[in-house]
C-alpha cells in the first residue's frame, strides 16, 4: 500500500479552514441514546442480550433513528462480548443502504458511519491495511478526532510507527485547540496508541 498517498489524502482532508472546531457529528437526538447504549456496553454484567433489547426499545421509542438503530446493533455485534463479524457485517450493510435509502443532509455523516464500521471490521480480523483504507474514506467524509485517532491506530499497526508520528506532529500545527484537546484524550486512553503518548504530554 501506498502510505504517502493515504497520509497525502489524510492532510488533504484536514487542512481546510473550515476544519476550527470538532464536528459534531451525531445529531443531539440520536446521540444522548447511544451513550447510554455505550455505558451498558462497558458494563461487564450486562450481556449483549440485554443491550441489544435496550437498542430495540429506543428505537420503538423514537430516540434512534434507523441508521443509528442498525449501528447500534452493529456495535454490539463487533463487540468482544459477541464478536460475531459475520452478524456485524450483514447490519453494517442494511445500514448502508438505510443511509442511501434516507438520503438528505445527514448522508455523508451516516455513510461515514458505514465506512467506519466496515473499518473497524477489517482491524479486528488483522487486515489493517484495509481498516486504513476505510478510515481514510470516513475522515474524507466526516472530520473528527476519533476518524483520525482510527488512522494512527492502524498505522501503528502495519508497523508504521514513524508515519504515525509524522502525521501527528503535521497535524499538531495545523488543528484547532479544541480539536487537538479530543484528539490527544483519545491517545491517552488508546491502549493501541500507547506509544505515541509521549507526543501529547
Do not use: W
Not at 451513550?35 to 430495540?56: D, P, Y
Amino acid at each position: 500500500m501506498d502510505y504517502q498517498a493515504i497520509l497525502a489524502r489524510v492532510l488533504a482532508t484536514v487542512d481546510d479552514k473550515a476544519y476550527l472546531t470538532p464536528a459534531a457529528h451525531i445529531d443531539d437526538h440520536n446521540r444522548d441514546a447511544l451513550v447510554v447504549v455505550q455505558k451498558k456496553l462497558q458494563e461487564k454484567e450486562t450481556s449483549a442480550a440485554e443491550i441489544r433489547l435496550l437498542i430495540e426499545s429506543l428505537f420503538r421509542e423514537g430516540q434512534l433513528d434507523e441508521v443509528h438503530y442498525l449501528s447500534a446493533l452493529h456495535v454490539v455485534a463487533a463487540s468482544p462480548k459477541v464478536a460475531d463479524y459475520r452478524e456485524a457485517a450483514r447490519l453494517v450493510a442494511e445500514q448502508e443502504v438505510v443511509a442511501l435509502e434516507l438520503g438528505g443532509p445527514n448522508l455523508n455523516e451516516n455513510l461515514a458511519s458505514v465506512d467506519r464500521h466496515r473499518g473497524v471490521l477489517s482491524f479486528l480480523q488483522g487486515h489493517y491495511e484495509i481498516a486504513l483504507d476505510y478510515f481514510t474514506r470516513t475522515l474524507e467524509r466526516q472530520r473528527s478526532p476519533e476518524n483520525i485517532g482510527n488512522i494512527l491506530c492502524a498505522l501503528i499497526r502495519l508497523g508504521e510507527e514513524d508515519e504515525a508520528r509524522a502525521l501527528l506532529n503535521q497535524l499538531s500545527t495545523g488543528l484547532s485547540a479544541p480539536f487537538l484537546h479530543a484528539l490527544y484524550q483519545r491517545i491517552q486512553q488508546d491502549p493501541d496508541l500507547v506509544n505515541l503518548r509521549h507526543e501529547v504530554d
